[in-house]
Each structure stands twice: as structure tokens, then as C-alpha cells.
């Protein structure tokens, strides 16, 4: 190649690289600067549980157009510590329940053709609790009727919770006039007394929280009425649980409209067979026989009035209990005190739970000292020699349900030989 082509050629790859170079920075003027921030957000608004608030884009100077968007964050009171809200993302920012004694910020980042760039606000006012507001009146649920029970339920409240309730029922006339305060019915529900009788009721609720208290009355019940008897407590059973002891029956504690009448119905209770009815027994009190023995009792008690019955029914006692054996007169012993006679022994007299059985046991003694004859344990025993000189006794014991007690006879005189 000629010097003078080789010049040539050297001089269009310069004329390339200053025409590249030109285009880079003719494009890089095209984007223009990324946006900066001149001035900071900020936050207007009622900063309050339900209130809005609204972010100040503050100011940016950069290329046009600038796009801009929101990310806000909740904060300590003292505005550190904070933490982005998911879907927070628009201008404005309604402050919730779970936002009260938090403070705010809101982050704005502006994006342009030369790039991006974000700046935060200051912290808001920390969000204070929205008084409460009663939106649905209470209502009351149940029977007007005497011994009923009533139940007010809160009613519909906007505000900040946590809510508290107060309640306190009124009795109101009939026809026209002011209602007045029952006291002590100051619960959520309110079991219908007699003197309410021909009136209406009502019921005052107080919700409270930090911000204050704000009442609701609900509507007039209807006006109240006569009732059946109605169970507050289970009739009770006290007295000793043994057989020929006397049970008595309290009928427990009723409302409704008075006099209410009792009636009484006993029952004997088995973990197989259940509760069933024992004849005859409908009184107030009930003495325990043998054929209660290992058996529970309970009773059922029936109030009634003009307006109708109802029925409450005890918890079952514990199982009754036998009288145990007592003696009340020795057994005894007779026959012939002779070798190879027969004697007997009776049983004695005894008290306490039937059936009893007796068992027996003869005793030889000799000086006065008595020991067990064995095997000789039937009511009657066939002296033998080694029996002579000696007396004898006899133990018997009483066993029935509710265990066993023993008797000892008298001592017989001296065994004599067959002479």
C-alpha cells in the first residue's frame, strides 16, 4: 500500500471515533439529569384513628416529565423504628386502629427519563384515638316475662378499641312518663322480676374507651308479663345417708310469678339401671330403707303456678349406707356339759342393716386363758376328751352390708367325764 492510501485510511477511522463519541454525548443530553429533591415531603391531615391524611410531594427539580409515587411507614411515637406499610402506596393514607400512638412518614420517589431518586418526611403527629359512636342501638333478646332472663347485646360502635361496656337496665310505664333505673341490674343480662309486671324495659349501654364514654338506649321491650315457674338452683338433699335415716328435700330456688306450689318425687339411682321412681315416696323428706342400700338418691322437684309447671331435678347423693351389727344380747350356750354330749349356740340379739349372717367360732379355755377350737365353727360342737376339766365359749360374728361385728358368750362350767 502507497504511503499516501495509508494516511487516508488513518484519517477515516478518526472521523469514525469523533462522530461515535458525538452521539454518546448528544444521547446522554437527550436523557437530562435525574430528578433531586429540593425541597421534603411533608404530611397534612387529622392525624386520628379514621381520619386521612395527605403527602406533599415537596419540591424536585430534573428532566421532564417526573413520575412520582408513595410509600408510607409506621413509626415509633418518637418517629424512629419504622417499618413500610404493604399497599400503602397512594397520596393519601387513612390511619387505622392498629396506627394509634404511632407516628407516620411518607416516602416519595421520583422517577425520570435520567434515572430515580427518593426523599422522606418528617414524622406526623403521633395518631391519636377516635371517640366512639354508637351506629346501631342495643337490643335486647328474650321472654318479657316474669323470671325470664333478658340479654342486651352491645350494639354497633365506630371508634377506637379497646371497648369497654357498661350496662344498666330501666323500667319504664307503660303509657307515657320517664323510666327509672333498677338497681342492681347493672349486668348484661337481667333475669325479670315481679314488680316489672304491666311495665317495659329497657337497657343502657356505655361503651368507653381512651378518648371517653358515649351511651346507647335500646327500643322498649314489650311490656311484661305473668310467668311460669322458672329454676334458678337444683333442689338440694340433706340428712344422713344410712339406712332408717330421714333425707329432707329443699325445692331449690325458683323465679316466676308467685305462689308457686311444690311437689316432691324421690328417685333410686344405680350406675346400671339409672334413676328410676320410688313409690310412693313424694314428700318433702324420705327415710332410707334396705332396699336403698348401695343405691343413690336423688329428688325432682315440679314448681307450678297459674301461669304453667316446670321441673329441676337434684344431683345424686352418695350411696346409702347399712347400719352395722350392734349386740344387744350375748349369744348363749346350752346342753349337757358332759363327754360326748352336743352343745348349741345361739345367735344372741343384734340390731342393724338385714339380712344379717352369723358365723361361729368355739373357744377352749383353760385357766382363763381362751384360744380358737379349729375348725369348730358351726353353731354346734361335740365335746371330746380333751374338752374335760376345761369350759368353753363361743364367738359369733354379725356381718351384714355395712361390715361385721363380733359377741362373745359367756364361759360354760367345767366339761365332767361320762361318770
Request: charged content about 10%; aromatic content about 4%; some cysteine.
Amino acid at each position: 500500500m502507497r504511503a499516501l492510501d495509508v494516511v487516508r485510511l488513518r484519517l477515516a477511522l478518526l472521523l469514525l471515533l469523533v462522530a461515535g463519541c458525538s452521539a454518546l454525548v448528544g444521547a446522554s443530553a437527550a436523557l437530562g439529569d435525574a430528578p433531586a429533591s429540593t425541597s421534603a415531603p411533608s404530611i397534612s391531615g387529622l392525624a386520628r384513628d379514621g381520619g386521612k391524611l395527605k403527602a406533599d410531594r415537596g419540591s424536585w427539580e430534573g428532566a421532564k416529565p417526573i413520575v412520582y409515587s408513595y410509600g408510607w411507614s409506621r413509626c415509633d411515637a418518637s418517629g424512629a423504628e419504622c417499618a413500610a406499610l404493604a399497599s400503602a402506596d397512594r397520596r393519601t393514607y387513612k390511619p387505622g386502629h392498629e396506627d394509634v400512638g404511632h407516628t407516620l412518614r411518607v416516602t416519595v420517589t421520583a422517577i425520570g427519563e435520567g434515572g430515580a431518586a427518593s426523599a422522606s418526611s418528617l414524622a406526623s403527629e403521633e395518631i391519636a384515638a377516635a371517640p366512639l359512636l354508637a351506629r346501631k342501638h342495643p337490643k335486647i333478646a328474650g321472654s318479657a316475662s316474669d323470671g325470664q332472663l333478658l340479654s342486651a347485646g352491645t350494639g354497633a360502635w365506630k371508634g377506637t378499641p379497646p371497648q369497654s361496656f357498661a350496662y344498666q337496665w330501666l323500667s319504664c310505664p307503660r303509657g307515657s312518663g320517664a323510666c327509672s333505673s333498677i338497681e342492681g341490674a347493672t349486668a348484661s343480662s337481667y333475669r325479670v322480676e315481679t314488680a316489672q309486671i304491666g311495665r317495659k324495659l329497657r337497657v343502657v349501654v356505655t361503651a368507653s374507651n381512651a378518648v371517653g364514654a358515649v351511651s346507647s338506649t335500646s327500643s322498649a321491650s314489650k311490656p311484661v308479663t305473668a310467668g311460669a315457674p322458672v329454676s334458678l338452683q337444683a333442689p338440694t338433699i340433706a340428712g344422713g345417708l344410712q339406712e332408717g335415716q330421714t333425707l329432707m328435700a329443699s325445692a331449690g330456688e325458683w323465679a316466676g310469678t308467685g305462689p308457686l306450689a311444690y311437689s316432691y318425687q324421690w328417685l333410686r339411682c344405680s350406675l346400671v339401671l339409672g334413676c328410676s321412681e320410688i313409690a310412693g315416696a313424694t314428700s318433702a323428706t324420705y327415710t332410707a330403707g334396705v332396699a336403698d342400700l348401695l343405691s343413690k338418691l336423688a329428688v325432682v322437684v315440679m314448681a307450678s303456678n297459674a301461669q304453667g309447671s316446670a321441673t329441676a331435678t337434684s344431683a345424686e347423693t352418695q350411696p346409702v349406707l347399712g347400719v352395722l351389727p350392734a349386740n344387744t344380747a350375748l349369744p348363749t350356750i346350752s346342753g349337757t356339759l358332759k363327754l360326748n354330749q352336743l352343745l348349741s349356740a345361739a345367735s344372741g340379739a343384734w340390731s342393724g342393716s338385714e339380712p344379717i349372717s352369723y358365723a361361729y367360732q368355739w373357744q377352749l379355755c383353760v385357766l382363763g386363758a381362751c384360744t380358737n377350737i379349729a375348725k369348730a365353727t358351726s353353731p354346734t360342737f361335740l365335746l371330746g376328751a380333751l374338752d374335760l376339766a376345761n369350759t368353753l365359749r363361743v364367738i359369733v360374728t354379725a356381718t351384714n352390708v355395712a361390715g361385721s361385728t363380733p359377741a362373745t358368750s359367756a364361759a360354760t362350767g367345767p366339761i365332767a367325764g361320762l361318770l
